[in-house]
């Protein structure tokens, strides 16, 4: 995709960005990355629940600078928006992670790297000049987990993000109707039926066989195995849930702070804290495990509400301009992550198709401060916003 075809006029917002990955893509990609689990009420609330938090600015007030840095466990990023852990973004564009990483950095924030990665820790790191988080799975048994912690550690990773909503991975309808165990797997004769979707995006066809296929998880090696197969994921996820019990492990190995990733309730949010996380972010992996669980954005003031200053509260999930990150800001989160944002942007046009995308929401986030009368993001307060009376803990 020319760089002309993400610029204006026919990018203007992070939405642009969909029907250009869904061009450029097979079915079975565009909707892993697009899809939810169960009915997707989770995935379309996650988004819609934004709407149902209005704006309350102060005129008449001018200011010269806008101050969009923030921290995040004491590491300065650009402005109060990362990129989310994005399993699989090989696929989406050949060079995935490394592209993503590379424009987060150029940027001046940070990415986490999934588990579920075809790149290694080593290159994205290099790739980047800014924070690089590693998202842990303890997929292939402690041992491989051990061995990228010690990894994440040499590279020198900011942080360990350890996502804990992901005991087996959520019923995606969408992947079993198009046939992705199939296409990912090893046997030629039950992909048959579904490459029809393959053979009709070249582009990105020729992209993949070049790239050598269907990539291992780089990061998940099994000692005596290798890398793990991708086909390999969802036995291996089911078999491996982590608890409360390994993250007292995880936390002693690494030695470094750990944000507990998928946390919904006051309860988990309590445990995170006594547990010795530094920061939570409150997530339900952008509607695809447990359906019919609530919108992140309205889980964070429950959640900002128990941790009550104790550790950095983050949020993900449905976060599509910058006014989001704003809106979740002025909740109490410290820094949002966004997932599908930046994803359909990687797909559509790699690492410049990601800067765009981090453009676009960080010249929303400054637009939306200076409307709002702010001169600064450590402005933001509860008093910018108006939220429903039922939201619970305010
Ligand atoms: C295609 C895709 C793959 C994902 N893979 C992972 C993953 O490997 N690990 C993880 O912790 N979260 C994963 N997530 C969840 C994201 O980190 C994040 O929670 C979610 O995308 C936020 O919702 P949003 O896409 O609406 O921004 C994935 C999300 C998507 C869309």
Known sequence: MSARSIASPHVVNIHDFRPLARRRLPRAVFDYLDGGADGEMTLRENCRAFDDITFRPRCAVAFTDCALRTTVLGTEISFPAMLAPVGYSRLMHPLGEVAAAAAAGKAGTGYILSTISGHSIEDVRAASQGPVFYQLYLMGGRAAAEAAIDRARKVA????????????????????????????????????????????????????????????????????????????????????????????????????????????????????????????????????????????????????AAVNGQIEVWMDGGVRRGSDIVKALCLGARAVLCGRAYAYALSAAGEAGVTRAIQILRADVERTIRLLGCSSVAELDRSYVEVPADWGAN
């Open 157 to 304: 990773c900011t942080g360990l993000v350890v996502t804990i909503d992901t005991p087996v991975a959520g019923l995606r309808e969408r992947d079993f109707r198009n046939g992705i165990k199939e296409l990912m797997g090893t046997s030629p004769f039950a992909k048959i039926p579904f490459l029809p979707q393959v053979l009709s995006r070249p582009g990105w066809l020729i992209g993949f066989l070049r790239d050598g296929g269907v990539p291992k998880l780089a990061n998940v090696v099994v000692p005596g195995q290798g890398p793990m197969e991708m086909g390999d994921v969802a036995a291996a996820l089911a078999a491996s849930a982590v608890t409360w019990a390994d993250l007292r492990w995880i936390r002693e190995l690494w030695g470094g702070p750990i944000v507990v990733k998928g946390v919904l309730t006051a309860e988990d949010a309590k445990r995170a804290v006594d547990e010795g996380a530094a920061a939570v972010s409150v997530s339900n992996h952008g509607g695809r495990q447990l359906d019919s669980v609530r919108p992140s954005i309205r889980a964070l003031p429950e959640v900002v």
